[in-house]
């Protein structure tokens, strides 16, 4: 059945019109199929003015032949053009797209054909044989064209004429590339009569019987008898007419879950057709309040996925895809969620055979309706229900075979509305057996599920361990709830549809949101997000780098808010998402100074069998290692047991390392810096999500050696204000004596790069540092931190003194540098004391450049790692030995340079190049160990340039020594740093031991 309706005129609401096929299932099918894909003869035209080529199919003709067609361009919130809705500038590129289509000699006779378009942006007009046979929208959704008698043997020239803008645009303001053109398949089908229009095996599990169940609808008029065989559950079954079709119950069938994803291969076949299904038993429930699948609470620790590719954007690859999702279960994401839009077909089935849930999103956002508070939104104008209707349906329609599907979201932030309402009520009575998601519902009215993006760990709290009184903040718009909304709330699972934005370095303060998934009623959430959008762009020499917002060249954009996955755009993990992964891992450890481990399983469905536990014992020059076989540990369950480490060297070490081994799922290859043995310099454990010879690694835990007690506190005693007249060594600190260094030799002669070390408080500011208003790094750049200078007020044998300040300010530092000579090296002890009017500071600590002659040195230390960390940034790390080949191995500027590469904890530091330094922290010199970083550019250079590739030839090596470095947050789109991870101007010491 088709919906013959004319053509919608110029700037209406429709969402398509013409010889329009209602939406079904992505079904595999024997029916005969033709693939369009391939060389398309293209015209563009923008703004009067053609060009002609060929268009390859599917593909975005902003990302062919550099530039030629026209360029991409990146928003967040704002519409590229007058918000006028459902109007759109005359000045609209078009791309017309034509090819001859040649029907093979033996293609069926009788029954019908199609014409399927799996996604073009924005709208398209299909034209065959000078025929016109109707309009589509919805740029990401399935629409099929009855071609009725324009279909004829032999050639046939198909014409596509694709317009970048159309009312259909002000429904996906989504935050990504606007990226024009036929980038899905373009198919032709044929139906033949009698054939399966459309198959829906509702497959469901039931945990009271263990039962699966299995109800088959068909849509259409098949010829009967239609079979359905499933040779491995033993399932033959034939109906000879719609009365006889009656649900299946099917005793052997094992559930689904994205822990156990359980598939049988099912066909439904008539004599006219046949389908191949996979199927997965699986229920997924809301019973009081918990969110279950199969009968089983579930916690979803997932990410928010959109389709994306450097070069492709988001034309689908399927030996990508998989790449991808096998990266996501390396680093333990069991969940995704589709955002904004449905992905392509293909995705939904490597999820069902890998194992993740999936929130299936629908293609719907209208965030630029924001700026004149939401007047005329969507989500509220009856004239849009229609659209808004028909793209849910095709959202449900298309992917409801799917076991990995496992709820409905209606699109995101598009505040709310009757319109959203109705497609909330026509998903629960298509398909009441999957929740509905929706996170602008704040009053609950209509979703099943409470949904928030970017609360603080606070509001979280609001919602779960309280029992009334508001459920957000006074700022956010869900504080307005009644208080019986409220209630109504408090009755429906918690979820995090977006939280810790991982843009740039970070994200920090994951620990708490994790933390808060132990409540019953929280159903976990997905992180902002998995993958970088960035896009290659040429550059003037002829080479190739990453691209954001505005760097091609658009009036209006969002800069590289567009960069903020927890893989780059080339999928390279960051530490956020090693710190993540460790923190929601699936089974998790503790230890003790005992030796004694515990190892908790968090999965709900599947044992873990054959796990292995990895220990080390961890010393400053020796290492001891071992291996614990793990029983089979049942959903939920722990197990104890003592790791046999020798007592002695218990008590020498500096930390005990536990690590869970899955052998059944590989990791990724370890990266460069490795944890390496200090005896025999071999690598040994890698990080979370790589893998090992025994498996995989699961999760870390480390128990490490308190401080001792008699170390100096974190701010020295009797410290007070230096003058400048102070001798060096002053603040409390005599060289020779308990404060000072110990068996100092008057006139002993440290390196020059001691000499060298300087006050720094600077640090380039980080995506996060840039976030709210006003931020921290304007708070920085208001302090001119980064201009800070330095004079010499004392100079002696043993020390200098130095007083720092900054540009028209009475903000100082005054540091008092002391040395003196050991059997085995020169001994340093930096004593900073702030005074003045300081802002929290991004770091307290001292700096020196090293000079160009070390840019190729070799790196190892002692401390924490293997990833860059900061204080709020360390789940995943911990102590040990760890090397690298090369300053740059430490870190990757990202695609805008900023703050990036410190590890903390540090008790030793050894570079080796132009000859060999070695730094050994005091262990008693600090209540908490100090942190470093290298780097080849000063935290200016990295500041000024927006680029990578801006940034100038290095010309030197920083080493840093942090006292203090701050948190990193999540402010770019969140809360911001944690009080008790910032720096505070405060008196400091360092105290440290070189060697070279």
Same mark, same amino acid.
């Given at each position: 059945?088709?919906?013959?309706?004319?053509?919608?005129?110029?700037?209406?609401?429709?969402?398509?019109?013409?010889?329009?096929?209602?939406?079904?299932?992505?079904?595999?099918?024997?029916?005969?199929?033709?693939?369009?894909?391939?060389?398309?003869?293209?015209?563009?035209?923008?703004?009067?003015?053609?060009?002609?080529?060929?268009?390859?199919?599917?593909?975005?003709?902003?990302? %062919?032949?550099?530039?030629?067609?026209?360029?991409?361009?990146?928003?967040?919130?704002?519409?590229?053009?007058?918000?006028?809705?459902?109007?759109?500038?005359?000045?609209?590129?078009?791309?017309?797209?034509?090819?001859?289509?040649?029907?093979?000699?033996? @293609?069926?006779?009788?029954?019908?054909?199609?014409?399927?378009?799996?996604?073009?942006?924005?709208?398209?007009?299909?034209?065959?044989?000078?025929?016109?046979?109707?309009?589509?929208?919805?740029?990401?959704?399935?629409?099929?064209?009855?071609?009725?008698?324009?279909?004829?043997?032999?050639?046939?020239?198909?014409?596509?004429?694709?317009?970048?803008?159309?009312?259909?645009?002000?429904?996906?303001?989504?935050?990504?590339?606007?990226?024009?053109?036929?980038?899905?398949?373009?198919?032709?089908?044929?139906?033949?009569?009698?054939?399966? !229009?459309?198959?829906?095996?509702?497959?469901?599990?039931?945990?009271?019987?263990?039962?699966?169940?299995?109800?088959?609808?068909?849509?259409?008029?098949?010829?009967?008898?239609?079979?359905?065989?499933?040779?491995?559950?033993?399932? %033959?079954?034939?109906?000879?007419?719609?009365?006889?079709?009656?649900?299946?119950?099917?005793?052997?069938?094992?559930?689904?879950?994205?822990?156990?994803?359980?598939?049988?291969?099912?066909?439904? #076949?008539?004599?006219?057709?046949?389908?191949?299904?996979?199927?997965?038993?699986?229920?997924?429930?809301?019973?009081?309040?918990?969110? %279950?699948?199969?009968?089983?609470?579930?916690?979803?620790?997932?990410?928010?996925?959109?389709?994306?590719?450097?070069?492709?954007?988001?034309?689908?690859?399927? !030996?990508?895809?998989?790449?991808?999702?096998?990266?996501?279960?390396?680093?333990?994401?069991?969940?995704?969620?589709?955002?904004?839009?449905?992905?392509?077909?293909?995705?939904?089935?490597? /999820?069902?055979?890998?194992?993740?849930?999936?929130?299936?999103?629908?293609?719907?956002?209208?965030?630029?309706?924001?700026?004149?508070?939401?007047?005329?939104?969507?989500?509220?104008?009856?004239?849009?229900?229609?659209?808004?209707?028909?793209?849910?349906?095709?959202?449900?329609?298309?992917?409801?075979?799917?076991?990995?599907?496992?709820? @409905?979201?209606?699109?995101?932030?598009?505040?709310?509305?009757?319109?959203?309402?109705?497609?909330?009520?026509?998903?629960?009575?298509?398909?009441?057996?999957?929740?509905?998601?929706?996170?602008?519902?704040?009053?609950?009215?209509?979703?099943?599920?409470?949904?928030?993006?970017?609360?603080?760990?606070?509001?979280?709290?609001?919602?779960?361990?309280?029992?009334?009184?508001?459920?957000?903040?006074?700022?956010?718009?869900?504080?307005?709830?009644?208080?019986?909304?409220?209630?109504?709330?408090?009755? +429906?699972?918690?979820?995090?549809?977006?939280?810790?934005?991982?843009?740039?370095?970070?994200?920090? =303060?994951?620990?708490?949101?994790?933390?808060?998934?132990?409540?019953?009623?929280?159903?976990?959430? /997905?992180?902002?997000?998995?993958?970088?959008?960035?896009?290659?762009?040429?550059?003037?020499?002829?080479?190739?780098?990453?691209?954001?917002?505005?760097?091609? &060249? !658009?009036?209006?954009?969002?800069?590289?808010?567009?960069?903020?996955?927890?893989?780059?755009?080339?999928?390279?993990?960051?530490? #956020?998402?090693?710190?993540?992964?460790?923190?929601?891992?699936?089974?998790?450890?503790?230890?003790?100074?005992a030796g004694v481990a515990e190892v908790r399983s968090r999965l709900a469905h599947a044992d873990i069998a054959d796990g292995l536990l990895r220990w080390e014992c961890v010393g400053a020059d020796r290492t001891l290692t071992g291996d614990v076989p793990l029983p089979r540990l049942a959903p939920g369950a722990s197990v104890t047991v003592s790791l046999g480490i020798d007592p002695d060297a218990l008590a020498a070490a500096d930390a005990v390392t536990v690590a869970v081994l899955d052998p059944r799922t590989p990791g990724i290859a370890p990266r460069e810096p490795r944890e390496i043995d200090p005896a025999t310099g071999e690598p040994r454990l890698p990080a979370v999500g790589e893998q090992t010879d025994a498996g995989r690694v699961v999760h870390v835990a480390q128990w490490v050696r308190p401080n001792d007690p008699g170390t100096t506190p974190e701010t020295p005693a009797g410290a007070r204000e230096a003058t400048p007249d102070t001798p060096a060594g002053a603040s409390g600190a005599t060289p020779g004596t308990a404060d000072g260094p110990a068996g100092a030799d008057a006139g002993?002669?440290?390196?020059?790069?001691?000499?060298?070390?300087?006050?720094?408080?600077?640090?380039?500011?980080?995506?996060?540092?840039?976030?709210?208003?006003?931020?921290?790094?304007?708070?920085?750049?208001?302090?001119?931190?980064?201009?800070?200078?330095?004079?010499?007020?004392?100079?002696?044998?043993?020390?200098?003194?130095?007083?720092?300040?900054?540009?028209?300010?009475?903000?100082?530092?005054?540091?008092?540098?002391?040395?003196?000579?050991?059997?085995? =090296?020169?001994?340093?002890?930096?004593?900073?004391?702030?005074?003045?009017?300081?802002?929290?500071?991004?770091?307290?600590?001292?700096?020196?450049?090293?000079?160009?002659?070390?840019?190729?040195?070799?790196?190892? @230390?002692?401390?924490?790692?293997?990833?860059?960390?900061?204080?709020?940034?360390? &789940?995943?790390?911990?102590?040990?030995?760890?090397?690298?080949?090369?300053?740059?191995?430490?870190?990757?500027?990202?695609?805008?340079? +900023? !703050?990036?590469?410190?590890? =903390? =904890?540090?008790?030793?530091?050894?570079?080796? #190049?132009?000859?060999?330094?070695?730094?050994?922290?005091?262990?008693?010199?600090?209540?908490?160990?100090?942190?470093?970083?290298?780097?080849?550019?000063?935290?200016? +250079?990295?500041?000024?340039?927006?680029?990578?590739?801006?940034?100038?030839?290095?010309?030197?090596?920083?080493?840093?020594?942090?006292?203090?470095?701050?948190?990193?947050?999540?402010?770019? /789109?969140?809360?911001?740093?944690?009080? +008790?991870?910032?720096?505070?101007?405060?008196?400091?010491?360092?105290?440290?031991?070189?060697?070279?």
């Open positions: 059945m088709t919906d013959t309706t004319t053509a919608p005129a110029k700037g209406d609401f429709a969402a398509a019109s013409g010889t329009i096929c209602p939406p079904r299932s992505h079904l595999a099918s024997d029916a005969r199929r033709l693939d369009l894909a391939g060389t398309w003869d293209f015209t563009l035209t923008t703004s009067g003015r053609s060009v002609t080529g060929t268009m390859p199919v599917p593909a975005h003709w902003v990302l %062919q032949d550099d530039g030629r067609w026209g360029s991409p361009a990146y928003t967040n919130v704002s519409y590229p053009f007058p918000l006028d809705p459902p109007h759109v500038p005359d000045a609209n590129p078009t791309g017309h797209y034509r090819r001859t289509v040649t029907l093979p000699a033996d @293609w069926p006779t009788g029954g019908s054909n199609r014409l399927r378009l799996l996604g073009v942006e924005s709208e398209a007009t299909v034209t065959l044989n000078g025929a016109v046979l109707g309009l589509t929208r919805g740029s990401r959704l399935t629409r099929e064209f009855d071609l009725g008698d324009a279909l004829r043997p032999g050639d046939n020239v198909l014409e596509i004429t694709v317009r970048q803008w159309s009312p259909g645009s002000y429904l996906e303001d989504q935050d990504q590339w606007w990226l024009p053109g036929i980038f899905r398949d373009v198919e032709l089908l044929h139906r033949p009569d009698g054939g399966l !229009e459309d198959v829906w095996l509702r497959a469901d599990f039931d945990p009271a019987t263990g039962e699966g169940l299995l109800a088959p609808e068909f849509a259409g008029a098949p010829a009967w008898p239609v079979t359905l065989s499933c040779p491995e559950l033993g399932l %033959q079954v034939a109906w000879d007419g719609p009365d006889d079709v009656a649900p299946l119950a099917v005793p052997g069938g094992e559930p689904w879950s994205a822990e156990t994803p359980r598939l049988y291969d099912v066909t439904v #076949g008539n004599a006219a057709e046949t389908v191949a299904l996979r199927v997965g038993f699986r229920r997924s429930a809301i019973v009081d309040g918990v969110w %279950q699948v199969n009968g089983r609470p579930v916690t979803l620790p997932g990410v928010n996925r959109h389709e994306t590719h450097p070069r492709r954007g988001r034309v689908f690859d399927e !030996e990508a895809a998989r790449a991808d999702l096998a990266l996501m279960k390396a680093y333990n994401v069991n969940t995704i969620r589709t955002s904004h839009y449905p992905p392509h077909p293909r995705l939904l089935d490597l /999820c069902d055979e890998v194992g993740l849930y999936v929130m299936l999103e629908n293609d719907y956002e209208t965030h630029g309706f924001e700026h004149i508070g939401w007047e005329g939104n969507p989500s509220s104008d009856p004239r849009w229900r229609d659209a808004l209707l028909d793209r849910m349906r095709r959202t449900v329609e298309r992917d409801k075979n799917h076991a990995s599907v496992i709820a @409905w979201s209606l699109g995101n932030e598009a505040h709310t509305g009757p319109n959203l309402a109705a497609a909330a009520a026509w998903t629960r009575d298509r398909d009441p057996s999957r929740p509905i998601h929706y996170e602008g519902d704040h009053e609950a009215a209509y979703t099943d599920v409470y949904s928030r993006m970017y609360p603080t760990v606070e509001e979280v709290a609001l919602v779960l361990e309280h029992d009334a009184g508001p459920v957000a903040s006074p700022t956010h718009e869900a504080s307005r709830a009644s208080a019986e909304d409220a209630a109504r709330i408090r009755t +429906q699972p918690y979820f995090l549809c977006e939280y810790v934005h991982a843009m740039g370095t970070g994200p920090g =303060g994951i620990e708490g949101y994790v933390d808060a998934m132990a409540h019953p009623r929280h159903a976990g959430g /997905c992180v902002w997000e998995w993958r970088d959008h960035a896009l290659e762009r040429l550059l003037p020499d002829g080479t190739r780098a990453f691209a954001y917002g505005g760097d091609f &060249g !658009e009036a209006v954009h969002d800069g590289n808010f567009v960069c903020d996955g927890l893989v780059n755009a080339v999928s390279r993990p960051g530490a #956020g998402l090693v710190a993540w992964a460790n923190l929601v891992a699936p089974v998790v450890a503790s230890v003790d100074a002993a002669e440290p390196p020059a790069w001691v000499r060298a070390l300087r006050p720094v408080v600077f640090r380039a500011p980080t995506d996060n540092d840039r976030g709210h208003r006003p931020s921290d790094a304007d708070r920085w750049a208001d302090a001119r931190l980064d201009l800070l200078e330095h004079r010499v007020v004392g100079r002696n044998a043993t020390g200098i003194t130095l007083r720092s300040g900054v540009p028209d300010a009475a903000r100082r530092i005054d540091t008092h540098l002391t040395w003196a000579a050991t059997p085995d =090296g020169v001994r340093v002890r930096a004593t900073m004391v702030p005074s003045g009017d300081w802002p929290t500071l991004p770091r307290l600590g001292l700096t020196v450049d090293l000079g160009p002659a070390w840019a190729e040195a070799a790196v190892r @230390w002692y401390g924490l790692g293997p990833t860059e960390n900061y204080p709020d940034l360390a &789940g995943g790390v911990r102590v040990g030995t760890f090397a690298a080949p090369g300053i740059d191995d430490l870190w990757a500027p990202e695609i805008r340079p +900023q !703050e990036a590469g410190h590890r =903390g =904890g540090l008790r030793r530091l050894t570079l080796e #190049g132009a000859g060999r330094l070695e730094v050994e922290i005091d262990p008693h010199a600090e209540g908490r160990r100090p942190g470093f970083s290298l780097a080849r550019w000063t935290p200016q +250079q990295l500041a000024a340039a927006p680029h990578a590739e801006d940034l100038p030839d290095p010309s030197g090596v920083w080493l840093t020594l942090d006292a203090r470095h701050a948190g990193i947050g999540t402010a770019s /789109c969140g809360p911001a740093t944690d009080p +008790q991870f910032r720096v505070a101007a405060e008196p400091v010491t360092l105290t440290f031991t070189v060697r070279g």
